[in-house]
């Protein structure tokens, strides 16, 4: 096992000019896509095998959905922990990586992706459009990969000045009136996590049907949050200074069919109506792909060379999509990349206990 490496505070990058003329930010063993919790534990089991790691990923935080999603929202089947609260599970993870000083390219869309014969090269395609990566293998870690917030008509033109698609601080909303549109999972986490640190929190919904679990709406009930069905948004209204007061809804009666105004309260309109999710530029790779899912053999290994693929990009028979699947997948991975880069080296490492 190699000693672990000094950490950093910052991800200081070394720029250098690439064979394109293009910036090169970095030459590394092994590249990740994807910065969520198969691609931290990746970086980590990278390090262990004495592999240098690089994460790129489109989002400006590590944690993937976890931490746009669902921060606050406890996790309870990952192995050793009863229950762990998705922002402290990024947190353990990326302090594990950190071992192995793996370096952050956050913010930045992986594009292209080239093969010279020796070095794979990703060409990146974010705020700083036309760096590159040289890598000897890539590690597609992607989830779902990008995904967009389906949006709530009404609040054209709110987004940021009140209404939000997620809820990745708790505090910030803390004595508000909040208002949460939508009918799944999603919504109702969000509303049972607001309830005791909001002055109100209500859930509104266009049906009386549920997407969401139905343990989790009881608990909704029994904790007595205000459950608005057959209702749609009409409009988003705020007060003289432009700041979101008030949500304007039309209540539709099921039986007479008749609708009646109601206004409520509201500094902040969570739109949970779930997101629409494509893999992007990763579909141009020559990947074999099937339902936006990437097609594995046993080793993690996809259809073409040096390009791996864990978490819940990767397809296989019988595949659960779970977090633990995903850590399982990324030290498969990993160990086979090892080996593919040094057929010297042994498929097994050995534990990682001390």
């Known amino acids: 096992m190699a000693e672990p490496r000094e950490t950093s505070e910052t991800t200081g990058l070394t720029e250098t000019t690439g064979p394109t003329g293009a910036a090169q930010l970095a030459e590394v063993d092994v590249l990740i896509v994807g910065a969520g919790p198969t691609g931290l534990f990746a970086a980590y089991y990278a390090g262990f095998r004495g592999l240098s790691a690089a994460i790129v990923d489109s989002l400006p935080e590590a944690g993937g959905q976890v931490t746009a999603m669902y921060p606050e929202k406890m996790i309870y089947d990952v192995a050793g922990f009863p229950g762990v609260r998705g922002r402290d599970l990024v947190k353990g993870l990326v302090e594990q990586a950190n071992q192995w000083n793996p370096r952050y390219l956050l913010g930045r869309k992986a594009h292209a992706l080239d093969d010279d014969g020796e070095r794979l090269t990703m060409t990146l395609d974010g705020e700083s459009g036309g760096e590159t990566v040289r890598a000897k293998a890539v590690l597609i870690t992607a989830g779902i990969g990008e995904f967009t917030p389906r949006p709530l008509p009404a609040g054209d033109g709110w987004l940021g000045r009140g209404m939000v698609h997620f809820v990745p601080a708790l505090d910030e909303h803390a004595g508000k009136d909040v208002v949460v549109v939508g009918g799944g999972d999603s919504a109702f986490d969000w509303v049972l996590a607001l309830h005791p640190v909001v002055r109100s929190v209500t859930l509104v919904h266009r049906r009386a ?18 459950i608005i069905t057959d209702a749609e948004v009409a409009e988003l209204r705020g007060d003289a200074d432009g700041t979101l007061a008030e949500v304007a809804l039309e209540i539709k009666d099921p039986d007479t ?19 629409t999710a494509d893999l992007g530029p990763i579909e141009d790779w020559g990947l074999e792909i099937h339902q936006r899912s990437i097609t594995v053999d046993s080793t993690m290994a996809t259809a073409r060379r040096r390009i791996y693929a864990a978490g819940d990009v990767a397809a296989y028979p019988g595949k659960v999509k779970l977090i633990a699947t995903g850590f399982g997948e990324a030290a498969t991975a990993v160990n086979n990349i090892a080996v593919e880069l040094d ?4 498929l097994f490492p050995g534990h990682s206990s001390g």
């Open 257 to 275: 069919k008749e609708t009646r105004p109601e206004v409520l309260p509201a500094q902040t309109v969570v739109a949970a109506l779930g997101f």
């Open 343 to 346: 057929p010297s080296a042994r």
């Open 209 to 226: 049907k549920f997407r969401a679990a139905e343990s989790i709406i009881r608990e909704a009930r029994e904790a007595g949050i205000r």
